[in-house]
C-alpha cells in the first residue's frame, strides 16, 4: 500500500472513531484509547512503514487541523477539529512513549509494550488471563482485599424496610 493511503487511512480512522473518543475522561483513558487506535492502525501496515513516517503523518495532520480551524467561524466545526488535534496528540504520546522504553525501534510494531504504556493512576492487570480462565475456583484464601465479594440478600441481614434508614453518602 501507498503512504499515501496509509494517511488517508489513518486520517479516516481518526474521524471514525472521534464521536466515541473519551475526551472528557481521564488521561489515561483518553491514552489507553489512543494506544488502541494506534494498534488497529498498526495491524494493517506493512514492516517498511516506519514509526518516524507515523509521526511526520499525524503532524502534517495536526498542522492541517489547525490551518483549518483558523479558517473555520462556526464553533461547532472548530470543536469537532479541535477533538480530531487532541486525538492526534494522545496517539503521538502513545507512540513516544513505546518508543522512550524500546518496544518500537524503526517498524510500526507496537504490540509488543502497549501494556506498559499507563499512566501512574491507571491500574493494569497482568494477569488477565486468568480472568478469562472459567474452570479457575475462586476460593477466599486466594482474594485481595480490594477484590469484591458477591453477597447475597441473605448475606447481608438487611431488609428493605431498614432500607429506609439508609443515608446517600
Known amino acids: ?18 464521536h ?6 481521564p488521561t489515561g483513558t483518553r491514552r489507553g484509547y489512543a494506544g488502541g487506535l494506534l494498534g488497529f492502525f498498526a495491524l494493517f501496515v506493512d514492516d517498511s512503514y516506519t514509526a ?7 503532524r502534517g495532520y495536526v498542522a492541517t487541523l489547525r490551518q483549518e480551524i483558523t479558517l473555520v467561524e462556526s464553533d461547532e466545526v472548530i ?9 492526534c496528540y494522545d496517539i503521538l504520546f502513545v507512540l513516544s512513549e513505546l518508543e522512550l522504553i524500546g518496544t518500537v525501534t524503526g517498524k510500526l510494531n507496537v504490540f509488543n509494550g502497549m501494556d506498559s504504556v ?3 493512576n491507571v491500574c493494569v492487570n497482568e494477569n488477565v488471563g486468568v480472568i478469562m480462565n ?20 441473605s448475606d447481608a441481614g438487611v431488609s428493605e424496610a431498614d432500607s429506609t434508614e439508609w443515608e446517600i453518602v
Open 20 to 25: 466515541s473518543y473519551p475526551h472528557n475522561r
Open 118 to 120: 499507563v499512566d501512574k
Open 79 to 87: 470543536a469537532k477539529l479541535s477533538s480530531r488535534e487532541v486525538i
Open 52 to 58: 518516524e513516517e507515523f509521526k511526520e503523518t499525524i
Open 134 to 153: 472459567k474452570t479457575v475456583d475462586v476460593t477466599e484464601e486466594s482474594m485481595d482485599a480490594d477484590e469484591f465479594v458477591n453477597v447475597t440478600e
Open 1 to 18: 500500500m501507498s503512504r499515501s493511503m496509509y494517511t488517508k487511512n489513518l486520517i479516516s480512522l481518526i474521524e471514525k472513531h472521534e
